[in-house]
């Protein structure tokens, strides 16, 4: 269903989540005979109540036919139907340097049951709201934050070694590593960043190779495409004539090499298909999400045919098959990936590219996963403890467990037999507050 107006939808849902989270007389929840899916491991829980205080996960038993008087003094919610599963993280999201759309970003997330996530390319701006957050002055999503990214082809060890500092004491979390890095800055960044407090994330620079990201401090790799264009793939995209498609003979190496170096693979599935839509027919595809391209997001991230970069770099047949051939072996890919056990992160790259609705895409990224071939229990655990335990929040978040923070998702229909039914969503739950969805 399209939305006439996402930005006045976000501002009631924000209103609404203030007043209810102001209004709030209990901290007592109960969600009584909820159908919980845990995720620490591949099972239904059927019927439980779900006890809830202090936004933590207080206890779970096994309903008994009982009046609301029988339970547990607080809040009563009956779940009868519904299915109860732990809210959901974007390891690749990005807000940009206009602070006025944060907060509608935040909404969006909270819509979609996306209450964590890792922002990357950030600015000082982006740290600012990072900490609000924290402290409780606005509602939205706890997020990690790396700096802005890295790109210099010309850094210096010493220049390196500087920028390192001056993150630090930015308050960063993360380097973000790209494309075009100089060797001597990767590296030195690779044997440094620890000292500094900062981990290391994002794009194969082509002057270190997949190679040299392997034997790298760099724990994340934020796109599976960036495989496509080092060594020993080496497949590039645009008017490009041989090879006529990306070589899988690699594949099988590469994923025992990924997962051997314990290397985490964010694949961003949907924002490489939303290039690939975007240059077949980008107006198209726009009119199948629920935003508008007069909406303040899409006009910020230049999603229009006359602004943005994609019809004008892929315009003709060949560089469009090349996409098409290029997504198919990401697909391959992430599915050897998967069974070798390499530690997998479901994330968007929103919004960066046309179509990518933050939230919204999160739930397509997973449909996308078990298109690869992720059973559907793997995909809601790419998006919800794998990232956790990356983002070394795992003991507090991530499964439903007693003593774990409480916020849920609660849907109407079971994503466990259908991975598409994360979209069903009656209410969300940030740390025991309630934000109903319809």
């Keep these: 269903m399209r939305y006439r107006s996402i930005l006045l939808l976000a501002f009631l849902f924000q209103h609404c989540f203030n007043l ?123 997020f990690q934050c790396s700096g802005p990214k890295v790109n210099d082809p010309s850094m210096t060890a010493l220049q390196a070694k500087k920028l390192l500092q001056s993150l630090r004491d930015a308050g960063y979390d993360f380097v973000k590593i790209y494309s075009d890095l100089s060797k001597e800055g990767f590296y030195e960044i690779s044997r440094e960043a620890f000292k500094y407090r900062l981990r290391i994330a994002g794009h194969i620079p082509q002057r270190v190779t997949t190679s040299g990201v392997l034997h790298s401090n760099q724990e994340l790799i934020a796109h599976a495409e960036e495989f496509l264009y080092n060594p020993p793939v080496n497949y590039l995209m645009g008017n490009i004539e041989i090879p006529e498609k990306p070589n899988p003979i690699y594949i099988p190496a590469l994923a025992d090499s990924v997962r051997f170096y314990q290397k985490a693979v964010s694949p961003t599935l949907i924002a490489f298909k939303s290039i690939l839509q975007s240059a077949i027919n980008l107006e198209a595809y726009v009119k199948t999400v629920p935003l508008v391209l007069s909406h303040p997001i899409a006009i910020a991230w230049q999603w229009s045919k006359e602004t943005s970069f994609i019809p004008k770099k892929f315009s003709s047949p060949l560089s469009i098959s090349r996409l098409q051939f290029g997504y198919e072996y990401q697909l391959k890919l992430v599915s050897a990936f998967n069974r070798a056990g390499v530690l997998l992160l479901a994330g968007t790259d929103a919004p960066t590219i046309p179509g990518l609705v933050p939230g919204l895409s999160l739930h397509q990224e997973m449909q996308l996963l078990h298109e690869a071939g992720l059973s559907n229990y793997e995909a809601l655990k790419a998006a919800t403890i794998n990232p956790a335990h990356f983002l070394k929040i795992h003991s507090d978040f991530g499964t439903i467990e007693v003593g774990k923070e409480a916020s849920l998702l609660m849907l109407n229909k079971n994503p466990l037999e259908n991975i598409s039914n994360t979209l069903e969503i009656e209410s969300v739950f940030v740390k025991g507050k309630r934000i109903k969805n319809k």
């Design 20 to 142: 209810y989270c102001q209004n709030q007389r209990s901290n007592r929840l109960i969600i009584a005979n909820v159908n919980v899916i845990p995720l620490y491991k591949d099972t239904l829980l059927r019927g439980m109540d779900v006890f809830i205080e202090n936004g933590k996960i207080q206890d779970l038993k096994q309903h008994a036919e009982r009046g609301k008087s029988k339970l547990r003094k607080g809040l009563f919610i009956d779940g009868k139907g519904k299915y109860l599963m732990p809210a959901l993280i974007d390891c690749h999201v990005h807000y940009g340097s206009n602070a006025a759309l944060f907060q509608t970003y935040d909404s969006l997330y909270f819509q979609y049951g996306i209450v964590k996530g890792l922002a990357l390319n950030g600015t000082p701006q982006l740290l600012q709201h990072r900490d609000s957050i924290r402290k409780g002055l606005v509602y939205g999503p706890e």
